[in-house]
């Protein structure tokens, strides 16, 4: 999928084992295909995107991401984002557009998206991008830390 310029989005409940599977990812792309990898959760990198902003290296930010074949972007969901922040992720994406992969973990629908980005309209933008050249990877079952959690109970 990398070499395609595709994204993976990984899409299922707390503890399901998303971020374990795109970390693994990540790392074989490293090591076995000698790709440039980067892992952000979407709230650490907003931040960064943000102080970048106002510190005036926006732009050398920008060259690093485009520099990478896979960006992993975790926790699509947890935290909202602030207006600016949301508005400067959107421009990764679009960014990241058919030049690059991307691996999205989140434990929301597309349509619940709105709650994270606070726009329907850049919402609807970034869904767009990334669902074009996507693989949708469902993950079910119970959280592997709760049930490890509750053996421990026993």
Not at 17 to 38: D, E, F, P
Not at 57 to 62: A, I, P, Q, S
Not at 111 to 123: K, R
Not at 134 to 139: E, N, P
Request: aromatic content about 10%; some cysteine.
């Amino acid at each position: 999928f990398i070499e395609a310029k595709e994204n993976m989005i990984f899409y299922g409940g707390v503890g399901a084992g998303k971020t374990y599977l795109s970390t693994l990812i990540g790392i074989n792309a490293i090591q076995k295909y000698g790709k440039r990898v980067k892992f952000y959760t979407v709230a650490s990198l907003a931040n960064e995107l943000l102080e970048a902003n106002e510190k005036g290296t926006l732009t050398r930010l920008f060259n690093r991401i485009d520099k990478l074949d896979l960006l992993i972007l975790d926790e699509l969901g947890y935290i909202p984002l602030h207006k600016q922040g949301a508005e400067l992720l959107f421009q990764v994406i679009s960014m990241c557009y058919e030049k690059r992969s991307i691996i999205i973990t989140t434990n929301l629908q597309f349509g619940q998206w709105n709650h994270v980005f606070g726009d329907p309209i850049l919402t609807e933008a970034v869904v767009d991008r990334l669902i074009h050249h996507s693989h949708l990877i469902l993950f079910g079952g119970e959280s592997k830390r709760m049930k490890e959690s509750m053996m421990m109970k026993n």
